[in-house]
Every structure is written in C-alpha cells, then in structure tokens.
C-alpha cells in the first residue's frame, strides 16, 4: 500500500498546521520507505508498542502523542526517550505522530469527548487562548445529578476511579467545557459553566476553580477514546490496522 | 509578642538563602506592623484560610505556599490571587509563607516525611539537582512488600486512595526516595531506588520511570505533615498558635 | 453612583487603548466595589494625597501618574511606591489612573497645553515616533518676542522660574511644539520648529537641540493644567469630585 | 611631547577599569599620532569645542564626557554626535575622554565636589550599589543652616539658581551626600542623610525621596571643577594645555 | 557635479530596500559634501584603494564591499577596518557601498554572472530563502561537456584555477545556479540542477552538495565583472570615472 | 574486545572537556552495544564511510567530524546529514567523533600539523582567544625561501595547489602558527608571525591579514595526517582498525 495515501488520508482528518508551536507533531521516524503493509495505533509510542510492533509484522506506528519532544544531537541509548526510534529502526519500522492536530481537529479527540458525554451545542472554547481549539464546551440534554454523572462517566471512559473538586458544592451540573488530556492551564480562564472535564490537574491548579466542578478523568483514559477512530478512518484502505494494547501507567489502591 | 523574634525563630529553622531561586517565599503582606498576638499556620493561604485567620482574630498568617507567585503591578480584587491580600490588608492580617526553603531544611518538610516513613540513613538526594535538597533517600528497617506498604502509608498520611506505577512489577521495596508537594521533574534522574513518593506526577512523568515505583500519595496529603512542627516550634513563645482547618480539594469517587 | 459610568466616561474620553505599550494605566488598586460618592483629582497619588481622600471621605483618587510602575510579588510596608496603596486599601480607597492615554488624547494633555498657549494649526507630532501623539505642534498667531513668551507661559503655567537653552540665538519664535511631562526623548527628531516646550530635560537632552529653543517649563507645571478638564468632565454626574492641593516638589532658591 | 606620557598621567589618576561597564570612556577619535603639542580640557566635546581647539592649535582635546555613546556603523555628518569627530579627523585633532572612571577615582569629580563643600569624613557610598564610587558621603563640620547652605554652595559651583526638594522640611543640615552630573538614581537607596546633591533630578526620581533634601545644582555646574584639576595634572611636562570656555545649556528667565 | 543625482542614478538602479537585512550598504563616510568631480569603482575600500583615489584626485569612492560591517564607538586607528575611513575623512573623500541590493538588482551582479555565462531562461532563485534575489539560475543554449565549460569559464572570468566538486560524477551540464561572491549557504537548498557556482565554498558546505557539481569559481571573480557596468551606468553625466586597479588576494601555486 | 577500553584510551588522549563549548564531540551513535570488533577511522562520517564500515565488518566508527551539529526532534531520512546515521543503527554500527578535543589535546591535530613542519618551540597560540588551543605556534630551524617553503609543504600534506595570501610581500619565512581546519576565525588577532597555515579562508577572512603571508593548505589535507596518529594509538589492542579511504571533495582545474 502506497504510503503518502495514508498520510495524506491523517492529515486530511488532522491538519498539521492547527498542531501548536511547540509540538512536534507529524514523522517522528522516517526511513524513507514509501510503502506501508501493516499498521499499530497507540497513545503513546513506549519500547513496548515497539515490540507489539515487532510481533505483529507492523512497519508503521501511528501514535497521538509524538516520541521525541526535546531536540538533541546524539542518538544514544542513554537517552531513554529514543530507545523506541532505535528498535524501530533496527527492525525498519517507521513511526508517525498526530498531537494537537489531532485533539483541535473537527471530529477530533475533543470533539469525541464531547461527543461521548451527548453534549449539545458543542463549540470551541473560544475566546480563551490561542490553543483554546484544543477544548469544546457544550451541554447536557438536561441538568444532571452531579454523582450520578461522575458514575456514568467512569462508564464511559472505562475507569474505576475519578478525582473532583467541587468548591462551591455544585450538586446539579449542565454546562461542560472539555479539554482531553492535560488541560489545567484552562482553568483560569474558564467562566459560566458548571463543571471542567481534564487529566493531569494538580494541586495548585485545582484551588484556582471557584466556581465549577473541576475533573480529573486521567490524561490516558480522556485520549484512547480517539484510537478506534483512526482505525476506522483508514478501514476503506487495503492495509491491516489494529489499536495496541494499551493501559494507563497508574492503579489506584 | 514581638514579630521579629518570631520571624527569626523561623528563619533559624528554614532559613531564606535555601530557598529555590524561581520562589517567592518571605513576607507576602507586611503592613508595618511589629508585634503579633495570634498566629494560624496553613499550608495555603486561601481566602478561607483569612476567614479563618479573622474569625479567630489572628494577625499573623503563616502559610507553607506563596499566596503570590507571578509578579503584578495592579491590586485588582478580579485578579483571584490577591483576593486573599486585599481581605488580610482590610483586616490588618500580615502574612508569611516559608516554602522551598521548609521543604530543604533539616528537619523540614522532606526531612518530616522520610521521618513519618521511619527510613534509616536519611540523605539529600545528592547529584541529582541543584534543587536536591528538596528531597531525601533512606531505607526501610528491611525490605517490605509493597502493598502492605501502600497500607501503611494510607493511614500515615490520612489518606484513603494512593495512585502508583509499577513498571517492573516490583512486590517488595526496600530503598524509598521522597520528594513532598510536586516532585516529578526528578523523576528522570532517578536510579538505584526501588520507590519514590512524592505528589502531582502527571502522565509524561510516570511513563519516563522505568525501573522504580512511582507513588504519588498526593501533594496536600505529604505536605501538611510540617504544620504540627511549626506549632510545635512556636510553643515556647508567649503568644497563641493555632493550625488552620485544612483539606485537599479532591475527593475520588 | 454606580462605578463603571463615571469609569465609562474617563476611558471614553482617554480610551485605554491610546496609552503606551509600557505604561501600566487603569485601575491600580480595585477592591471590587461598584458604587461612588465622592471623587478626588490628582496628578501624583503620593500618600499624602491617600490622606487627603481619608480626610474629605473619598472613595476614589483618580490621578495621571500611575501608583505603580515596576512589578513586584511582594506586598510591603518596606516597599515606599506601595505604601499609598495599603493605606487606600485599609481605608476603602479606590485607585484608577490615565496617564500616557491622558496625555495623547484629543483634548488631553497635549492637546490642553497647546490650547493654552492659543496656538493654532494644532497637529500631532507626526512621523516622529510610535508615541508621536503624545505631542503636539501648531503655530502662534504671529512671531513672538521670545522674552515676552516666556513672561506670559510663566502667567499660564502659574510658575516663577522657567529654563531654557537658545543654542541658535533666536529673538523671535513661531511655530512650536509640545509634549507635557516629560519629553527630552524627542529632541532628536524634532525639526523646522522654532521652541519645544516640555519638563525634565537633562543636560545631554539640551545640547542635541541645535536649531530651537528647548524650554523646560517643568514636569509637574506642564500637566496640571489636565485636572479642571476631568473635574469638569465629570460635572454631569450625581458624585462629588475636586482636585486635591497639591505643588511641585520642588522650589528654586 | 610623547603622547603615552600623558595618555599614562592621566590612566594613572583615573584607571580606566574603573569605569562603570556600559561607560565609553577611553579613545574617543585615534588617528595613530603619537605626539602631542597643545591640550584643551573641555567637559563636553561639541562642535564649539573642536573649532575652540582648531583656532588655538590643539592637537589634543580631553574631555569627560564621551563623545560617542550609541555605537554605529557608518561614519556621516547627517549623525550629529559624529559632527565634532569628523571635524577633528579633518584638523588632525585627538580626542580622548575619562568619564565614570574620573567621577569615581580618589581626587576625581566626585572626592572634588565633597572637598570644595568643606566635608569631613570623606566616604564612598558603600553599600548603595555597583556603581556607589560615583558617589561620596561626608559631614559638615558643624550643623548648618539649610538656606546658607544653599547661598554658599551657588557661590562655590558659581551658579545662580539651584533647585531643591524639602519633603520633612528640614531648617539646618550635615551629613551630605554627592554625586556630580545625573545621580537620580541613588536616590531610592540612600538613607541616614540630610541631603543629598547632584544634577539632572527628574520629576518622579524628586519624589522618592522621603527624609532628605533633594538639592539639583546642575550637572554641569557639579562637574566643571574637575577640569582646572586635570590642567594642574599635567602641568609637569613640557606641553601647552587650557581649559576650553564652555559654559551650561540653560539659563533660567 | 550635484552628488545627488548621481546617488540617485545607483540607487534606482541597485534600490537600497533590496538589500539584505544585516547589510551595511549606503554611505560609509558621508562628510556632508554635495557635489562630486571624480569617482573611481572597486570592489572593496582597502586601503589601497584610498590611496588611489587620493593618487587619481577623486573625491568619491563608490563600492561594492561595505567598509564596515561590525558597528564601534571609538574612531580608532588600530581597529584596521577604520583606517580606510580615517584616511578618506583627513583627504575629503566620500565612500558610498552598493552591497547586496547590487547582488540582487534586475541587471545586477547575479543577473551579470548568468548573462557571461550566456544562461537562457534566467529566473531569480525563487522558494530558496528570503535572500533567493541574491542568485539566479538558468539554463546553457545545449547541454555541455563538464570540463569545456569550466576551461570557457576560466576565460570569461579571467582566472587561471577554478576548484569544483563533483559529486555524482557528472560529464555533462545544463541547468546551471549562480550566486556570486559567497553563496555557500545556498547548497542544502538547491536542487534540479547540474551544478552551482559561487565562490568562498567551505569543505563541510562542499560535501553537503550530493547530485550536482559545485563550482568555486572565486568570491572576487564572479563578482568584479559589476564594475564596468557602474562605469557605464554614469558614463551620461558630466564627471570623470574610472575603475581601480584591484587583484584578488590569492595566487595558487 | 571491550568497547570502553577503547573510548577510555583515546579520551586520554583527546579529553572530552578540552572540546570547544559548541562542538558534539564524543558518541553520535550509541545502541547500547559494549563490544568491538573491527574500527574504521575517517575525517567525516559520510553515507560512503559507513558503506566501507558495512563492507569491511567493522561495528565502529571513529570520525574527527561529528556527524551531527544542529539538534534535530524528528529522525528523517530526509534530512541528509542523518543518513549516516540511519544506515548505521540499521546495520547495528556505532559512530564516536573526537573533534575540536582532537584538535587541541597535546600530540593532537594542530601539534602534529606543526610536527610535520619540523617547527621547534612549538606553543599553543596564547592570548589570542579562548580557543587557541586549537592552534600552535612555532619556528623553523632557519629562515627558508617562502616559495621552496610551499613546495615542501604539498609534498608533506600531499596536494597539488596550495592557496595563499602575500600583502607585505614576504619572500624568507620563519615563525610559523597553524591552525588545521578552518581557522580564518584567528587572522585578526594574530601578530609577530611570518605565516599562518589553515584551510577554508574566505575572501574577506584574507583581506585582514597585513603582515604576514596566509596558506590555505586546505580543510582535509590539514587534518587528515592524524588518522594514522589514532591507528598507532589503538595498536596495542586486540581489535582490528584501518583508515578509511577518503579523499577532499575538491578538485582544481
């Protein structure tokens, strides 16, 4: 199967010009090979979606978020951040990232998490930042219990566990704004909704909310929703996919 | 009682110069005043916190973190970080915060934590940073198995849940550094350790430990050990010492 | 009175948008109240003029310099440029200040000078600099004794002494330009003038002037003249307003 | 004569290290002659002074202010700091200037102004900043009435009219403070003075000071007594040398 | 001769806002002299050059090579790049320097090097860089044996040695770049075509060039042939002009 | 054999922290191997180098030259100066470079470019720059004819033409300073020397000099005399090595 096809194909769905100005979104590993039979999708590309890759005769890893953040000038195994580019390239695997593209894009990640809720009236979190496409905000059908949505949610994003701060003890919300992954940056700037749905918020972050529900659903757990996603987008295409298997770093006991 | 003592007692006991360079601790409110009468310690000066302060006619604050981190040249009650200055001013409150250099101090906050966790041969986490001192490594009596561990420390810190990573499926630990509050950027230059607890380790950060267990026990909960020391420090003065009513603002459902 | 018309007024007579890129005009210490009774002007809002609001019962000092220049993360007594702000805070006291939109406006305190000075022809200082419109030029009637210009801006201005440097022995001036305050900056690239009349020139100021007299009519003398403006600007209001007593620092012996 | 005899005199009394770092002081125009048959001392080198150096056969002019402050890339009569150096490369004239290094050196313009006002107890502004051996510090021998102080201090700097502050409104002085030319900047940092003397006060640096007398003599005025000290420098040697007529930029009507 | 017409002649042709933006084109030694009787052409203001004009009676340089490229603030006869400066101030000579908007210019030096070169086709090195102006590329009538084109290059450009690399090992050109002076930086971003030539080309620039042959034909060479056309260029106007007597540098034994 | 036996024998000899402040010497490639069987020497890691390495067994690479200068975040074989290392890590070859540490350690490149010379009282270029340890200085044994001088010195470095500079028309040699490579960035600051050997001198690096005769021996035949130096430096060891065959891209016609 011809390669830039499916490139082509990614960036048509992810634009690479909406990815922000510090990502590094787009080819992380390229060997010049311009044929692709078989492709892994991942969050994020460990040594062990490498090796899932290798069992599984794949030559291309297409991952949401990219390998290699800090640039560098000695490709060394020291380096823990690019011992997954060297076995990739030890076994001529070639590894293709899509970031902020892919969390801004319209049917994108955010736009998935907000689909996934049944928000209504979905729009971009404007008027907040330059990266503010990176989140949606939208709203219930109809105003719901707090827990009762907390308990659905966990459902829905199939995790045991979910953190929440609730500063002026909200007991119904409507209005949510999202932003998958690590979003604490938002939260300053948000206004006029009832509860914030993110991962990665920490501490300090957390007393800025005053006034809506602030929940940590896990970086991991607000992104994977986007793999099948990808799979599907390249299903009209002669070429195997199938998502890795994946799961959060974290257990909570 | 005279202000001046009391400040110097503390800086005796954390003194300014082991403060990190980026950190703002020191006075964050001195209106001119020179004596105290009642003091409440908190490990952030909310505006709950100075409603609790006045509710208990203290005139003195002293809080673990900064109320002000970013520089500012308006007092604006819509900027929410000053909210808390405004009313402690209004009220005649002053208020100080001892912070990174609580946290390096011998007997400080990291000293307080390998202590609550009994480690023996307590050390600076040396060659690692030049923030090191924010944190120790010691070891445990003997090795111990790690979910008994997690239980242990639970009721140590108050605390019902315990997030954790256990990339190399450890079931024993013996060799435990600590970084209280937010200490993930040591995560990478971390070696030779079988777990680090500290709190506000995000995604990226977890994926990076390879060979160690990375707890995070959360930064409220390992930080508010230090409160009981600073009363404790105070009692031999002849003024009234209080510790504020304080909780994290996650709860986990 | 509710607050944010008498605000309304001013921005809409000095839009903020017209200040300086570094100036920090607006409101320098808000305390989130909304209402007004009663209204105090002043050029300079030294602490003196604080307790001139404290004694006549104001509630805000609306003032052309800005309270606060430099950024600082720390509220202190020690700190002199924020003492008037902690005794306006401890006494209700609002603070707002238009200082360089003040100063470019159309009928500001440029505009107000030349006025004065009854020139005609009044135009901004075009092509000069980004700031050009902090100043003006325009024309006398006809040619002026230079000597007799000086007697009569003394009687305007309300001042004893003024200085000035003729590097070019002119006897007689026509065409002028004006910036209040403090000017020296555009001494470079002022040409086809006859005088320049500004405050706080140095000496290294002085002697770029080749070509025209440089009149140093001082600082303060040069910008009062802007205070019955926004006393009468504000007339049709239900609020009490006057301008505080104050004098120029300095006296000449 | 030998030009490095005396370039070395004068190096000699003020070392060019001492120089304040984003000071120009040294060659100001070095055409590569290495005699010298007639000096004029000027504190300022313009146009005038180099047409007064041409008439009376100078080969050398010393001046303390540098010509040349911004550096620049293209050598034009359109420039006209450059004016006087292209004029004096035309007349084979070098020109040299010791600026901060001869505010700062013991016997230099600063040690001069606190030894023509009679102070005891000669010292450097310690403490103050880097760049305090500007400045001195000394005493009266006794109290002095402040308006005496005045009438004799325009007697000895020859001057008409001097400007001053008086915030605490002090009648009699003796400890003094002085830096001569532009020393605005000290005045936020000095403290336990009853004045302070110096030239080029503006409006807002008038104002921080809080407990001392502000006195502005003129930074011309403070600085001219330096140069019959450089003439009485280099009478030894064997060479024609003379103060330039030069006289301030102002006059006050 | 009014200097002003002829400096507008050269700058319709080479306009000044063509030229690159760290360049120092324009006048070097401006001395305020409007009229013009004798001007002689060169590559660079050496010394030697200096004492040619003043040999010839000239009393304008006119450039290709900037005198002065490093901005100073001393005018100094040991800073060596000054010396020709300071020679033609003291002899009342003007120096004016047509630099890279020479380069660039429609008829300019690049366009010159492809006309000798009998280029058909020329186009400016267009998607290249912002500096593309600075080149040009064309195509020879026929395709042409490597080795003949370099021996009829040696005679256009009258030199006796010309290095080149050829990479790919090519026999035969066509397609051919030219960017005179040095034009190393080029390389990485050229393609399509058979070979490159420019001049100052470094060893590492050398081996980045992989598919063409890369010709350092001599930053003086490919560049001298402008001077003939400046002579021409005010061959109309009523003043004397001649070309110096300049050699490269370098001889190759 | 033992990989860190080697890289521990030539750091003795080539110091890593002798390396300029902006050089990458040391490992380009590392894949975490920690055996060596077979090592080929070269100047510059190019695509053929490691072919050669391929086709001769050879599992490191030890270059002068880093193959890497500017950090890259993304491993593309678009990008050229990658290759090499692509095909190394596929071909499971590591790549070490000593460079500038090569340059200056004693018995390195510049003491042995000067060696070859037979120059006696060979110093390090002192006072000159940070750098200078890059380069030597030293004399002949007697005066010698510059043109019989250069004849010896292509038969020394093996080339044909040797490039040079004669302002001050030098015909007898005697003090020598070398500097192998690139080292035009010395000629401003060199003094009291006869004539200065280096490679990849540009046009306006040429016309500097004033006083003393400029060789450009060229970049490659400068440095590749050490490569011999290394082999014998390795010789001791169990391990096979040979120097690459590589030759200067230049050709002069």
Request: with cysteine.
């Given at each position: 199967m011809?390669?830039s096809?499916?490139?082509?194909?990614?960036?048509?769905f992810?634009?690479?010009?909406?990815?922000s100005e510090?990502?590094?979104?787009?080819?992380?590993?390229?060997l010049?090979?311009?044929?692709v039979n078989?492709?892994i999708?991942?969050?994020?590309?460990?040594l062990?979606?490498v090796?899932q890759a290798?069992?599984?005769?794949?030559?291309?890893?297409i991952?949401?978020?990219?390998?290699?953040f800090?640039?560098?000038?000695?490709?060394?195994?020291?380096n823990?951040?690019?011992m997954?580019?060297i076995?990739?390239?030890?076994?001529?695997?070639?590894?293709?990232?899509?970031?902020?593209?892919?969390?801004?894009?319209?049917?994108g990640?955010?736009?998935?998490?907000?689909?996934?809720l049944c928000?209504k009236?979905i729009?971009i979190?404007e008027?907040?930042s330059?990266?503010a496409?990176?989140?949606?905000?939208?709203?219930?059908e109809?105003?719901?219990?707090?827990?009762?949505f907390?308990k659905?949610l966990?459902?829905?994003?199939k995790?045991?566990k979910?953190?929440?701060t609730?500063?002026?003890n909200?007991?119904?919300?409507?209005?949510?704004?999202?932003?998958?992954?690590c979003?604490?940056?938002?939260i300053p700037k948000?206004?006029d909704?009832?509860?914030f749905?993110?991962?990665d918020?920490k501490?300090?972050?957390a007393?800025?909310?005053?006034?809506f529900?602030?929940?940590?659903a896990?970086?991991?757990e607000?992104?994977?929703?986007?793999?099948?996603?990808?799979k599907?987008?390249?299903?009209?295409f002669?070429?195997?996919v199938f998502?890795?298997e994946?799961?959060?770093?974290?257990e909570?006991?």
């Open positions: 011809n390669l096809i499916i490139i082509e194909k990614i960036e048509k992810a634009p690479p010009e909406l990815a510090w990502d590094n979104s787009g080819w992380q590993v390229f010049g090979n311009n044929s078989k492709i999708f991942a969050l994020t590309c460990t062990d979606i090796e290798i069992k599984n005769d794949c030559d291309l890893i991952s949401h978020h990219p390998l290699i800090d640039k560098f000038n000695k490709i060394s195994a020291e823990s951040a690019l997954p580019a076995k990739a390239i030890q076994n001529n695997i070639q590894i293709y990232s899509a970031h902020t593209n892919l969390d801004s894009t319209q049917g990640i955010a736009d998935k998490l907000a689909k996934v928000l009236n729009k979190l008027q907040i330059e990266e496409n990176l989140g949606r905000v939208g709203e219930l109809e105003e719901k219990d707090l827990n009762l907390i659905n966990k459902e829905i994003l995790t045991d979910i953190k929440l609730n500063p002026s909200k007991t119904k919300i409507k209005k949510i704004a999202v932003v998958p992954g979003g604490a940056s938002f948000l206004k909704i009832d509860a749905i993110t991962g918020v501490y300090h972050n007393l800025v909310a005053k006034d529900v602030v929940i940590d896990g970086h991991f607000t992104e994977r929703i986007i793999l099948p996603v990808l599907e987008l390249l299903s009209e002669n070429v195997e998502v890795a994946e799961k959060s770093p974290w909570v006991l």
